[in-house]
T-cell receptor
Framework: DVKVTQSSRYLVKRTGEKVFLECVQD?????MFWYRQDPGLGLRLIYF???????EKGDIPEGYSVSREKKERFSLILESASTNQTSMYLC????????????FGQGTRLTVV | GEDVEQSLFLSVREGDSSVINCTYT??????LYWYKQEPGAGLQLLTY?????DMKQDQRLTVLLNKKDKHLSLRIADTQTGDSAIYFC??????????FGAGTTVTVRA
């Protein structure tokens, strides 16, 4: 059974903290993605990576950075968490070729207080 | 990202058909997708259609694509309570990066 696993289901962090969200996939996929999901706004792409150590900004990269040191792991970093980063964060992975299905993790509900 | 629009809510009676609509502004997508998100879960691919097709049927699901109007729809026949979920329309307008609509919350009532 294919899997994308996010390290936490729920996180509560304080304003100004550095936050790490981890995602691991076991499908040997080249592409990995971080989205945030907010009611009425759908999914918005933060960053994606198409290979180890490669990354590209998505639509809303401000306040975030990413790391991909190994093919199976893609980390999202909030350098200094703010309350407007309270959201559901979804990780996904897919094969490189166009039209490949994207597999999603179960999501991390982050609350910044 | 590319503009993908969906209505936010749909209420349907059990056993009836549901139709979820989506419009998009960029015609460069090769594939258009429907994803389903059940409560507390990530997204799962429901079905997809290649951009040179007009229709695709898969059991209770029918996808219609009107390329001229940039309109995509998902019809669920004989809607069941297990179909209650959020449905997202998406397209790969920029190579392999998916752009999503806001999601339509479908509520199935008895």
């Amino acid at each position: 059974d294919v899997k994308v696993t996010q390290s936490s289901r729920y996180l509560v962090k304080r304003t100004g903290e550095k936050v790490f969200l981890e995602c691991v996939q076991d499908m040997d996929h080249e592409n990995m993605f971080w989205y945030r999901q907010d009611p009425g706004l759908g999914l918005r792409l933060i960053y994606f990576s198409y290979d180890v150590k490669m990354k590209e900004k998505g639509d809303i990269p401000e306040g975030y950075s990413v790391s991909r040191e190994k093919k199976e792991r893609f980390s999202l970093i909030l350098e200094s968490a703010s309350t407007n980063q309270t959201s559901m964060y979804l990780c996904a992975s897919s094969l490189r070729n166009r039209g490949s299905e994207a597999f999603f993790g179960q999501g991390t509900r982050l609350t910044v207080v | 990202g590319e503009d993908v629009e969906q209505s936010l809510f749909l209420s349907v009676r059990e056993g009836d058909s549901s139709v979820i609509n989506c419009t998009y502004t960029d015609s460069s997508s090769t594939y258009l997708y429907w994803y389903k998100q059940e409560p507390g879960a990530g997204l799962q691919l429901l079905t997809y259609i290649f951009s040179n097709m007009d229709m695709k049927q898969d059991q209770r699901l029918t996808v219609l694509l009107n390329k001229k109007d940039k309109h995509l729809s998902l019809r669920i026949a004989d809607t069941q309570t297990g179909d209650s979920a959020i449905y997202f329309c998406a397209g790969d307008f920029n190579d392999y990066k998916l752009s999503f609509g806001a999601g339509t919350t479908v509520t199935v009532r008895a």
